[in-house]
Every structure is written in structure tokens, then in C-alpha cells.
Nanobody
Framework: QVQLVESGGGLVQAGGSLRLSCAAS????????MGWYRQAPGKQRELVAI???????NYADSVKGRFTISRDNAKKTVYLQMNSLKPEDTAVYYC???????????????WGQGTQVTVSS
């Protein structure tokens, strides 16, 4: 069964830290690009950070220098370390696994159920 399960969300004061985890099952984890997205109330889902199968990372400008994405292929888990949290980081955070195949053309796009992060001022 293909599944992405997030954990680690919660309520934290501004300036605090949280570490999100996303455990994958049912996929060959190490060939997927993994990402964290978030969606605040009334807003569109946005990319927070991605880490490719090769280990390259990319971050949204709003979280650069504060968030760190990492992966443990042996544990089939991707992490998001969030430091210096701000109230505007409040959102539901979603884990994403993506893989694109050129021949034949096919895309695998998997999502977790989300975990709530609330940052109080």
C-alpha cells in the first residue's frame, strides 16, 4: 500500500522550532523527489522545500535560512526542520513524493494527509 504519513506538527510560540517527519511506504523511496508544501486558510498550496533523489535541495524564499529539508533513504523518511518559526508559517504541511518517467511518459505524484502547524505570536 502506497502511503505517506506526516507527523510532528503542533502548536509552538513564535521563535520556536518543530521537526516534521514523513514516512513513506509502498514506494522505492530513494528514486523519488520529496517535498514539503503548505496551505494556509484561504490561500493556495505552496512549495516550502524539496529534496531530489540525488540530494539537491531548494527552498521557498520565505523559509530560506530557517528551514532545512533532509532525507534518510534507509528509513524511507523525509524531514523538515523548522527554526525561528513565525506566525505566518501557520498552515497545514503536506508531504509530497514525485517521480517523472520520460519513456514512457508518466508522472507519479503522491501526497500525505497533512499535519497542522500553528505558530502563536
Amino acid at each position: 500500500q502506497v502511503q505517506l504519513v506526516e507527523s510532528g506538527g503542533g502548536l509552538v510560540q513564535a521563535g520556536g522550532s518543530l521537526r516534521l517527519s514523513c514516512a513513506a511506504s509502498g514506494i522505492i523511496f530513494n528514486i523519488y523527489d520529496m517535498g514539503w508544501y503548505r496551505q494556509a486558510p484561504g490561500k493556495q498550496r505552496e512549495l516550502v522545500a524539496i529534496i531530489t533523489s540525488g540530494g539537491s535541495t531548494n527552498y521557498a524564499d520565505s523559509v530560506k535560512g530557517r528551514f532545512t529539508i533532509s532525507r534518510d533513504n534507509a528509513k524511507k523518511t523525509v524531514y523538515l526542520q523548522m527554526n525561528s518559526l513565525k506566525p505566518e508559517d501557520t498552515a497545514v504541511y503536506y508531504c509530497n513524493a514525485k517521480r517523472q518517467i520520460v519513456v514512457p511518459p508518466r508522472e507519479y505524484d503522491l501526497w500525505g494527509q497533512g499535519t497542522q502547524v500553528t505558530v502563536s505570536s
